[in-house]
T-cell receptor
Framework: SQQGEEDPQALSIQEGENATMNCSYK?????LQWYRQNSGRGLVHLIL?????REKHSGRLRVTLDTSKKSSSLLITASRAADTASYFC?????????FGTGTRLQVFP | EPEVTQTPSHQVTQMGQEVILRCVPI?????FYWYRQILGQKVEFLVS????????KSEIFDDQFSVERPDGSNFTLKIRSTKLEDSAMYFC?????????????FGPGTRLTVT
């Protein structure tokens, strides 16, 4: 079955540094999406990358996708304390989203 | 900006009781979903709903669960007889009819605590 696994599970950095999170999955996908979740709150959609795309940018976010390795990475540049949250990748082949285990990012001021 | 809303934000219930979680999807959206997240774990798909019927459901979505769109705006998840292990955050999501690629818009969630 599809399964997203993120690494690292937790990441602590200083403000201004870049944060890179990785996601691996097991089966074919149509798209891969990244979501953010502040502690105990809802999911906020960050970015979607199609299976035929290799890289996508949105503001300080950069997402790459390597379908041959079944992996994706999310880079947050020039991190801010407000970026502290959990980040999840989610893949879809059918209509449902399959979420990864998430990376807990802590950005210290 | 339109958003998905969910009520209540927190529901406490006793084991064996029925609960109904409510969602108001974005108004022009036609696909609806429920997901859940047990504390500290990943978000899991429960069910998708389109054209007044279930499109897909997971193994979690057993006979104790049901979904309904009772009117033109609400989308509900009912758990008939709650168990302790049903304690989780439940998220509703919706998307419009436009084809791939698409984005599912998530509500803020309802925290269900079964005691």
């Amino acid at each position: 079955s599809q399964q997203g696994e993120e690494d690292p599970q937790a990441l602590s950095i200083q403000e201004g540094e870049n944060a890179t999170m990785n996601c691996s999955y097991k089966t074919s996908i149509n798209n891969l999406q990244w979501y953010r979740q502040n502690s105990g709150r809802g999911l906020v959609h960050l970015i979607l990358i199609r299976s035929n795309e290799r890289e996508k940018h949105s503001g300080r976010l950069r997402v790459t996708l390597d379908t041959s390795k079944k992996s994706s990475s999310l880079l947050i540049t020039a991190s801010r304390a407000a970026d502290t949250a959990s980040y999840f990748c989610a893949t879809d082949l059918t209509d449902k989203l399959i979420f990864g285990t998430g990376t807990r990012l802590q950005v210290f001021p | 900006e339109p958003e998905v809303t969910q009520t209540p934000s927190h529901q406490v219930t006793q084991m064996g009781q029925e609960v109904i979680l409510r969602c108001v999807p974005i108004s022009n959206h036609l696909y609806f979903y429920w997901y859940r997240q047990i504390l500290g774990q990943k978000v899991e798909f429960l069910v998708s709903f389109y054209n007044n019927e279930i499109s897909e459901k997971s193994e979690i979505f057993d006979d104790q669960f049901s979904v309904e769109r009772p009117d033109g705006s609400n989308f509900t998840l009912k758990i008939r007889s709650t168990k302790l292990e049903d304690s989780a955050m439940y998220f509703c999501a919706s998307r419009d009819l436009v084809g791939q690629p698409y984005e599912q818009y998530f509500g803020p969630g309802t925290r269900l605590t079964v005691t």
